[in-house]
């Protein structure tokens, strides 16, 4: 079966070091989203690309980049980790030709900056 | 870009009983609506969605949920719930034009108590 896979799931480490959440999809999807999901804000869209080379900031993007080089991946990389950015990440991924917009998402990388 | 509104951070109901998780959002343009669930430390997955036709809709588990464009809401609901519906719900409006614009509600806890 087709799906999207995230690691590690869970990371702890140190303000100002960099670190890379990996996703993974075999749906064959074109288009890939990055969400951080913390409590009182549900899910806000931190990067998002519709095919390979092509990447795009969402609303909450200062401090991340994403890198596509392939189809499958679209890593996530906190250039110099702060605390603001302990949360839960999920990356999802959706069909370029429909416009229903479905996502399907992994299970989500629990990241801890101290 | 559309907002979105859940009216209830925190739904407690007893089994078989019936529930309402409330949406409300804002938008000028045509929308698509979805409502995704998220089981305890899992990612989210699609329950139902709205794209176009009868204003009611219904999902997996026994879920449904009416699409109303005079008062912007899109309330989810059950007639009878089971314990295993505990869960985080999240109410997403996407605009029908652009596939990356889509906005989640800061989620409605539901418990389900026996």
């Known amino acids: 079966d087709a799906e999207i896979t995230q690691s590690p799931r869970h990371k702890i480490t140190e303000t100002g070091r960099q670190v890379t959440l990996a996703c993974h999809q075999t749906w064959n999807h074109n288009n890939m989203f990055w969400y951080r999901q913390d409590l009182g804000h549900g899910l806000r869209l931190i990067h998002y690309s519709y095919g390979v080379q092509d990447t795009n900031k969402g609303e909450v993007s200062d401090g991340y980049s994403v890198s596509r080089s392939n189809t499958e991946d679209l890593p996530l990389t906190l250039e110099s980790a702060a605390s603001s950015q302990t949360s839960v990440y999920f990356c999802?991924?959706?069909?370029?030709?429909?416009?229903?917009?479905?996502?399907?998402f992994g299970e989500g990388s629990r990241l801890t900056v101290l | 870009a559309q907002s979105v509104t859940q009216l209830d951070s925190q739904v407690p109901v007893f089994e078989e009983a019936p529930v309402e998780l409330r949406c409300n959002y804002s938008s000028s343009v045509s929308v698509y609506l979805f409502w995704y669930v998220q089981y305890p430390n899992q990612g989210l997955q699609l329950l139902l969605k709205y794209l176009s036709g009868s204003t009611l809709v219904k999902g997996i588990n026994g879920f449904e949920a009416e699409f109303n464009k005079s008062q912007t809401s899109f309330h989810l609901r059950k007639p009878s719930v089971h314990i295993s519906d505990t869960a985080e719900y999240f109410c997403?409006?996407?605009?029908?034009?652009?596939?990356?614009?889509?906005?989640f509600g800061a989620g409605t806890r539901l418990t389900v108590k026996p």
């Open positions: 999802a991924s959706s069909e370029m030709t429909g416009l229903s917009g479905e996502l399907f």
């Open positions: 997403a409006p996407q605009g029908a034009y652009n596939n990356n614009d889509m906005r």
